[in-house]
């Protein structure tokens, strides 16, 4: 099965019984011809990079400009505190986020989640869950084949890379690939993942990419952390049966038309947005002394 809709993806779901995940588990079988247990160990092998590249943060590296580094650790600290006013589970998501983007930035392992730039959204969301023990790992890997088969369907309606479309098409499909999977995660069905997907790539629609100095640091780290909190509201009004008035794949489509008609100066090109700021041509500046 060609991963170019979600109605594709539900109509299967509706006409073999089988798990949103599943589908997507089979289309991965059929289309590389490997084994169900060869997809699965892949899989596995992507989350266990995913949880490694958490583990190995430690706050202490900053970025070649040094305008990135260390914010994912004071997140950590103000969690310690008590203090935060969105409670435990979404201080963490807020440093896991900052802490993978900030590892992007400082060159260190991440996994690519649709793209480097937004690596930080999807672990957000999953990591605190299962060190809490409130998922499993095998629930894991099935919403990470929800989540790629999302990302799959955006990719070929719409695009995947800031450059071609804006902030929208990296954070907000990291953001549609998140709140597909805590919904399959919260045993929601497939109607829900595909809500959750919608309203999630909504609520970023028309998001530039302006990054300052050309690089992935300022203000895409801080992105990373509105993605997964986006995913989150998403997939928590999608339990609660609240559906998106525009079907899924017309939102899809409708980024995609707005990546086509976004100018130049938006699409990763620096020459626009907060990268052309006082405070975006210093740091550009101070970047070229430092070559």
């Known amino acids: 099965m060609a991963l170019d809709s979600m109605a594709e993806i539900l109509e299967a779901v509706e006409k073999t019984g089988k798990p949103f995940w599943e589908v997507i588990l089979d ?81 260190r392992k991440i996994v690519a989640a649709p793209t480097a730039g937004a690596c930080g959204v999807l672990p957000a969301v999953l990591i605190p869950l299962y060190r809490w023990e409130l998922a499993a790992e095998r629930k894991i890997l099935e919403a990470l084949y929800v989540a790629s088969g999302i990302g799959a369907v955006i990719a070929y309606r719409a695009c995947i890379s800031g450059a071609a479309g804006g902030c929208q098409a990296e954070i907000g499909t990291a953001s549609a690939m ?18 959750a997907t919608a309203m999630a790539l909504k609520n970023l629609m028309g998001l530039i990419c302006d990054p300052v100095a050309g690089l992935v640091e300022v203000p895409c780290v801080k992105r990373n952390v509105i993605g997964a909190m986006n995913a989150v509201s998403s997939a928590d009004m999608a339990l609660a049966g609240i559906e998106s008035r525009v079907p899924v794949d017309q939102v899809i489509d409708a980024m995609g038309d707005v990546s086509r008609h976004m100018p130049v100066e ?14 975006g041509l210093r740091a550009k500046e101070n970047l070229k002394k430092q070559r």
């Open 27 to 107: 289309t991965d079988v059929e289309e590389r011809q490997v084994s169900r247990e060869d997809s699965i160990e892949k899989m596995r092998f992507t989350w266990r990079n995913m949880v490694a590249a958490s583990d190995a943060y430690t706050g202490t590296r900053r970025s070649v400009s040094g305008l990135v580094g260390g914010d994912g650790a004071k997140m950590r600290q103000f969690i310690q505190s008590g203090q935060v006013i969105g409670g435990h589970l979404l201080g963490e998501i807020i440093a896991e986020a900052l802490a993978m983007g900030e590892s992007n930035a400082c060159m």
């Open 178 to 195: 998140a709140a597909g999977a805590l919904v399959a995660l919260r045993r929601g069905d497939a109607a829900q993942i595909a809500n």
């Open 266 to 279: 938006f699409r990763e090109t620096a020459l626009g947005g907060l990268a052309v700021t006082e405070f």
